[in-house]
């Protein structure tokens, strides 16, 4: 049992001996945020709950907006004050009445407090007027919408903010009479009063705090029925080219999901309807609110221009967040600390839906592609985490999001389906969902279903993969006889060199000229004779995880690198990509040598997703693994590399990649030249469909690189149609300037919190501030940076820790950062332990570049 698990035993039997003798309920103290002894004693005296809102929302962003709400409930007496979660000023509540009787205000710490006197054991109702807050509404000059995940419904209006007190609710609004609105519910009803329109909405089901959404703004409605199921979308593109090509397979995606689903889990669509907004640069790629998905408008809509991986990455979105409707929202975690729980299952379901609604798509090369290098890409840090995390306060819930939740554990699952079998892991699922459907479940609960399914034993294997951190390092022994195996033994230890064992199943492909052997490998011990190879020809070279679904750190042959090519399954070259590059990291495979061996590969990797992932690595290699003296010479062969293999490439997508390469390794005049026609003229290369954000990306590149025409960015402004666009661009244009002293004066305006209000646009600029090119002039404003951080995270949404660290410290290498890094959380021995971790993971690429490329020692 975990200490969480001792600890909650223990509170149930005090509560149990004590309610022998009363029916008190001791409530814990006040304090800030929603700490887990707060959630667990109103769990306890509060049930049958229900939220009554109406919000009067103006047309002018900074007018305030009035709000009310009556909250009933269902109260079990005891001795404390019941605290409502409301982080706003104490000025924010203008009235509080208790069963209809006018009470004092008393506010403390983040909490409207309630006495006892005023209640009863029973139904209770308390009636609240006050102005909503700002913090997570989100709003616009045009439009605003709620994003209050994990515990941001407590910025808005005074509630229960805990996933297992779930609710209905039934919402009013009040808008301008132009406006479109959406919530978790159907409209009842909607009147006009001169420039005024209130739109009531029906109560909503038995939904968590942190999945109540509305969306309202100037948007336009686009109303479908597939399958007998009605569908409003609301968006704001203005490009018609999109709206053509994106507007069928953005509906007929979320059907064939929700088609996929309730086919899978035997359970019905669980809500009254299925709506969705496009949010011009919402801060996730979208977010599951019951009923009201919330999308990032740019991950929607796509154009001619679009590449196969992005039409299957916005396939593979609409699937995650079409599953959340069982996984998370009918389903919901007790608490945040099992938050990956709802994603794994998001992305575990995803992946099978895209598998079929994608037919022409690679199943296995996607999830490979898609999850292992996020999922390293944390995990063999100094700050990497387990995907199961304590959390003693929902005010740190945000931290706990990031690669290993939504990488990692669909890894874990896919191994979890391969150990049970596809049939009882499904219908292991279809139990849990109908068990605990309108509820709340754990991790533990579920892995008490599934375990009566297998004769493994789960407890043991749940151990390594969600409390532990880190992966395995494999290494092996191949014994030979003339040209014959006589022993193939393969070993297990923890990267770290701990003897740990990580239960999983992979394979290794043994590779002759005329035929590819691959033998499965049961790695359920430190080490593994692998007997089915014994007699066996040796081969030429040997791929590990040649299916791409073992874990971990796996050994190169070197015979292999230079038959790369010859490697005909996608995903084994796929494995061998990350795998190679994971080595590199550790300075086993030299950066230059990679360097050549991938240029030799663009003209020869057939597969896009590869193709992406080649390119992805090169660029890294460039900017990351190379000195800045060494830049030149390498990007001049990169460079040319790059524009032969898009020449002679016929496939649009793979030839829109290449050029994408171009254009970032782009050093040498000649290239900047090239990439000022192409922009100056807006004439693609033949074969290349570039569009108005690939102009303006263009642009960006040209800017940053400071090439000598005038007014780039302004003429750029000047092409752009969509205001929305238009106001990203102009908010960048600062960072981007060839004037230090303004990019100075940019980078010290986002000391204030009202200029970091649109996270995306920070985190784009925030990476052309810190571009490699622009280091020796941005490395100043690194310590701010990281004195910032703790409000970032108190004040964004939860990736903007992350995201503000990594667009920060991504083009640094040298020894001089990564000395301050670690200073800075030297003086700081108790700072927070989740940012610290945020910051050695964004830090990781630092560490090693400084090491690879200037310890002596390495070198």
């Known amino acids: ?21 009363s029916t008190i309920v001791h409530s814990p103290i006040v304090k800030t945020g929603v700490s887990q002894t707060l959630a667990q004693a109103r769990k306890q005296s509060v049930s049958q709950l229900a939220y009554a809102l109406k919000f009067d929302i103006p047309a002018q962003k900074n007018q305030p907006i009035p709000a009310s709400e009556t909250i009933t409930f269902d109260w079990r007496k005891n001795s404390a004050p019941l605290q409502l979660d409301f982080k706003e000023e104490r000025t924010h509540i203008q009235n509080v009445s208790v069963n209809g009787v006018m009470v004092p205000i008393a506010f403390e710490s983040e909490h409207l407090l309630i006495s006892t006197a005023f209640l009863k054991p029973g139904t209770n109702t308390i009636s609240i007027q006050f102005t909503a807050g700002n913090l997570s509404l989100n709003r616009n000059e045009e439009y605003l919408y709620t994003l209050l995940v994990p515990d941001r419904a407590r910025t808005v209006f005074p509630c229960f903010d805990q996933p297992d007190l779930k609710a209905t609710f039934q919402v009013s609004l009040t808008v301008p009479a132009h406006w479109q609105a959406m919530t978790n519910a159907l409209v009842a009803d909607s009147t006009v009063a001169a420039d005024r329109k209130t739109i009531n909405f029906r109560t909503s089901e038995l939904i968590p705090t942190y999945l109540f959404s509305f969306v309202a703004g100037k948007f336009t409605p686009v109303m479908r029925t597939l399958s007998g199921r009605p569908m409003t979308f609301l968006h704001r593109e203005t490009d018609t080219t999109k709206i053509r090509l994106s507007m069928d397979p953005i509906f007929n995606l979320h059907a064939d999901a929700l088609r996929f689903l309730e086919d899978y889990t035997q359970v019905s669509y669980p809500f009254q309807k299925f709506d969705f907004a496009a949010i011009p640069d919402f801060q996730y790629g979208g977010m599951e609110h019951v009923g009201a998905i919330d999308y990032r408008a740019s991950s929607l809509f796509l154009d001619n221009g679009a590449t196969r991986d992005q039409k299957l990455s916005r396939a593979t979105l609409i699937s995650h967040e079409t599953a959340h409707m069982w996984f998370g929202d009918m389903v919901t975690m007790r608490w945040f600390e099992d938050v990956w729980l709802k994603e794994v299952f998001a992305n575990f379901m995803a992946d099978k839906i895209t598998e079929v609604s994608s037919p022409d798509a690679n199943y296995d090369l996607q999830f490979v592609v898609d999850h292992f290098p996020a999922a390293y890409a944390v995990d063999r840090t100094e700050g990497a985490n387990p995907i199961g995390q304590p959390l003693a306060n929902l ?15 669909p890894i874990m699952m896919r191994q979890l389906e391969r150990l049970m079998g596809k049939t009882a892991l499904r219908d292991g699922l279809r139990e849990y969902l109908k068990k605990y459907a309108f509820s709340n479940a754990t991790w533990a609960d579920l892995i008490a279903i599934l375990d009566a399914r297998t004769p493994t034993d789960l407890a043991a294997w749940n151990h390594i993969w969600i409390n532990e951190t880190g992966r395995p390092k494999i290494t092996y022994q191949l014994d030979r006889q003339g040209d014959k195996i006589t022993r193939f033994a393969i070993s297990q230890t923890g990267e770290d060199g701990t003897k740990r064992v990580w239960p999983q199943g992979f394979e290794v492909a043994l590779v002759y000229p005329d035929r590819v052997d691959e033998l499965t490998v049961n790695m359920n011990q430190g080490q593994v004779e692998l007997g089915e190879a014994v007699g066996k020809s040796v081969p030429d070279f040997i791929v590990f995880n040649s299916s791409g679904q073992g874990y971990g750190i796996f050994p190169v042959d070197a015979a292999m690198i230079p038959k790369l090519a010859t490697l005909k399954n996608s995903v084994t070259r796929a494995a061998a990509y990350i795998n190679l590059y994971e080595n590199m990291l550790t300075g086993q495979v030299s950066p230059v040598m990679l360097g050549a061996t991938y240029q030799n590969l663009l003209s020869k990797e057939s597969e896009e997703l590869n193709l992406r992932l080649l390119t992805n690595q090169l660029s890294d290699l460039v900017w990351n693994f190379t000195r800045p003296e060494n830049r030149p010479a390498l990007a001049a062969s990169m460079e040319q590399a790059s524009w032969q293999a898009m020449e002679q490439e016929a496939a649009t997508g793979k030839k829109k990649l290449l050029f994408r390469l171009y254009q970032n390794i782009a050093i040498s005049r000649e290239a900047q030249d090239r990439l000022y026609a192409i922009w100056n003229e807006q004439k693609a290369p033949t074969g290349v469909t570039l569009t108005e954000d690939d102009y303006t990306s263009l642009a960006l590149a040209l800017a940053v690189r400071d090439y000598p025409a005038e007014g780039i960015l302004a003429k750029q402004l000047i092409r752009i149609k969509n205001p929305d666009r238009k106001k990203r661009l102009e908010f960048m244009m ?15 305006s986002l000391a204030s919190e009202s200029n970091r209000e649109h996270e995306a646009w920070v985190t784009a600029a925030l990476g052309y501030l810190h571009h490699p090119l622009r280091t020796q002039t941005s490395a100043k404003y690194l310590p701010k940076s990281l004195d910032l951080l703790e409000e970032i995270q108190r004040t964004g949404d939860i990736f903007f820790p992350e995201s503000w660290l990594r667009s920060t410290f991504s083009g640094y290498q040298t020894a001089e950062t990564t000395q301050l890094v670690r200073q800075f959380l030297a003086d700081r021995p108790t700072y927070n332990a989740r940012l610290r971790a945020k910051l050695l993971q964004a830090a990781d690429g630092t560490f090693r570049a400084s090491r690879l490329l200037y310890d002596q020692k390495q070198r």
């Open 1 to 21: 049992m975990t200490r969480y698990g001792v600890t909650l035993l223990l509170f149930t039997l005090i509560t149990m001996a004590c309610n022998r003798h």
């Open 395 to 409: 005010k740190e819930a945000g931290t706990l999001y990031g690669g290993i939740i939504y990488h990692k554990a």
């Open 734 to 748: 600062p960072a981007l300037s060839s004037n230090v002293t303004e990019r100075d004066a940019f980078f010290a």
